[in-house]
């Protein structure tokens, strides 16, 4: 006759694999918990963790990090006797077959401290410039000192700086750069011509006249519209009857004296 399961062979089942989970998960405490304390250690050492020792080489000496050197040291050291010949950094990278900040890394490890290829060591602009005094710095003039001066002759006399910079096909801030360069300061041409043309000076006998539109009304005028309005006409109806603005019987009144509107207060009064 066949033997039939036992009833709780399904719970032993299970109670083995919850032990065996449980043995998996003291296993890899146990392991993360050796890590830990092997991380503290290294930090405690002075050094990261994780992190060994730099590789050190035949003296002792520790080797340097990153990308090795394109080129040795008597090589850049050769690369700076050109450069401080005369040569320059681009011409050399190009001739290389490398990029400028290669080879300007490359001449600062043989000492290069700059450009010292385009004047003597230890001198500045002004000094390498000698008695001939410095050199302009910037982009060279355009035209020369004679030619500055004729063209400021011919401004002066009467040809505008825009025709002028028009018909030599350059701009308006050259040209007038140009201009003060030849020693121009002002503009006599036009304002000649505009004198001229209305028929007025700048200043008279009486001092300076005044600038802007000329009054509408004389200062007789004035006067009278002054004394209507003291005598109890309205401003508003004074420029109705003229026909002009309120703001210009105003501006006239106050030539004229006038400091307020004393007629609707008198009638008020």
């Not at 700076?80 to 290669?102: D, N, Y």
């Not at 009278?224 to 003291?230: A, G, Y």
Request: net charge positive.
């Amino acid at each position: 006759m066949p033997r039939t399961a036992h009833p709780v062979t399904p719970i032993n089942v299970a109670l083995r694999n919850v032990r065996a989970a449980f043995e998996g998960l003291a296993t890899e405490y146990a392991m993360l918990r050796r890590q830990l304390q092997s991380s503290v250690a290294g930090s405690s050492r002075g050094r990261p963790a994780g992190r060994t020792a730099r590789v050190s080489d035949a003296q002792g000496a520790p080797k340097k990090r990153g990308r090795a050197f394109k080129f040795s040291d008597e090589q850049a050291g050769e690369f700076r006797k050109q450069v401080e010949g005369g040569k320059s950094a681009v011409a050399l990278a190009k001739e290389l077959k490398i990029s400028l900040p290669t080879i300007y890394n490359t001449l600062r490890r043989a000492g290069w401290n700059g450009r010292r290829g385009r004047r003597p060591e230890g001198r500045s602009i002004q000094s390498a410039a000698g008695t001939r005094g410095a050199k302009k710095r910037g982009r060279a003039f355009k035209f020369g000192d004679e030619q500055a001066g004729e063209l400021r002759k011919q401004v002066e006399g009467g040809k505008s700086a825009v025709a002028l910079a028009k018909e030599l096909k350059i701009s308006l801030p050259t040209m007038y750069s140009t201009l003060k360069r030849a020693g121009w300061k002002r503009r006599p041409g036009r304002v000649a011509r505009r004198t001229a043309r209305r028929g007025r000076s700048s200043t008279t006998s009486s001092g300076a006249k005044k600038r802007g539109r000329a009054f509408k009304f004389s200062d007789e005028h004035a006067a009278e519209f002054r004394k209507q309005v003291e005598g109890g006409k309205s401003a508003l109806a004074l420029a109705k009857e003229l026909k002009i603005s309120l703001p210009t019987v105003y501006n006239t009144l106050k030539r004229a004296g006038w400091s307020g509107r004393k007629g609707r207060k008198a009638r008020a009064a």
